[in-house]
């Protein structure tokens, strides 16, 4: 039997994790408000050092993965080809997040009931969101510099991909979190894609149903020479 | 000389004004943090117990017309006639926030330079803009609900058309709040009603640059066809 296949003390669950499910439980079984720090760090049977080492605030301990969670979306952010299409990248890094929360589908649904009772963790909760909304803002404010409106279509595009994630998510979430978290999310996320990818080199044409043929043929024609490089 | 002519008591500010611009001229002189409840009530002449009358807490003071922002949004809402389109409806509503900014430029400049300076204030901003964002999206999920992905549409629109305003408006406090907000915040809006804004009964049709005429023409005429009700 070698080092690697030793059971004991190497499945212990590390001290954070230890916290975290202590602060649940009794979150659960007294409230959110009715529970101290202290009350958690007994429970847990760790210092109050330990607790702080981890979690600068007792709201920090309802979103233990959302540092990483961003740290990852801004490296899936850098590692994204530049010739991919922005709006398809941000929502690629929606799904950062999207399979944080699949990861751990129990401890995701405990807190979103946790969330939707305590009015200081919805707080929290929104400014975590406008963190992730703020890093793909950035992000596509770079990759939209080009364009005359760049800088405010950065801004709403992020806007769009975390609205539209969320309210995947939340569907997820108030289902019970038993299903696919994607078959909820990404869906959602198309729409987004699809409203604001717009094809370079192309022509859209928008006509009234019902107009005569001929005149539609007549603005096609136009609209082809004008934008065609080859004629 | 009638009652409403006279001058004297029914010129002095409101108490409430007191209170606002007692802790303004603390929050500039002094910093926010380092500015209790007890030095404000004292620099406004006032009781400790008006304060809290007005305000719940420190931040609700920085953000006075909220509140009134807030009612007057939901009765724009209340009073669009239903053939107006949903996506045009949510941005003039949106308008509300801006024109209570542009009221008071000198009061919006101060408020957003502190606002950026003070973490906890920041942080109470993004759930008043969150406030905002929820009443379009529940206005929006109402007018969409015939759509199949109607909730998503609302949720994701009522995020762009917030995100949209707030980049407007930014750009002009950041520019001293000296120009017209309008300037600003109105072409913003006009790019998400754009996007947003799909024309009932239309025939939508996108090709590639240099593609035969006459392919587009076949297409043309079989959408055409197949979206009127006429034939």
Known sequence: MNK???????????????LVSAAFELFTERGY????????????????????????????????????????MVAYLQAAHSDQ??????????RVVMRMYAENPAFSARRYALTRR??????????VVWQYERTLAAYL???????PDGGVRAYTVAAAVVAAHNY?????LR??????????VDPALDMVRRTFHEPEDAVVLIARTGTPLW??????ETALKRDSSGS
């Not at 995947?168 to 997820?172: A, N, Y």
């Not at 289902?175 to 909820?184: F, I, L, Q, R, W």
Request: glycine share 6%; with cysteine.
């Open 168 to 172: 995947g998510l939340r569907t997820w």
């Open 118 to 127: 305590v009015p200081a963790l919805k707080t929290y909760e929104i400014s």
């Open 141 to 147: 404010e770079r990759r939209f510099s080009h364009l």
């Open 33 to 72: 408000e009715n529970t101290t720090i202290d009350d958690i760090v007994r429970l847990a049977g760790v210092g109050r050092r330990s607790f702080f080492r981890y979690f600068p605030t007792k709201e920090d301990v309802v979103f233990p993965d959302h540092e990483h969670a961003l740290a990852e």
């Open 215 to 220: 005149q539609v043929v007549q603005k096609v």
């Open 85 to 94: 299409d922005p709006v398809t990248t941000a929502c690629g890094a929606a």
């Open 175 to 184: 289902a019970g979190a038993t299903g696919d978290a994607a078959a909820s």
């Open 4 to 18: 690697t296949e030793e059971p004991g003390t190497d499945d212990k669950p590390p001290m954070r994790d230890l």
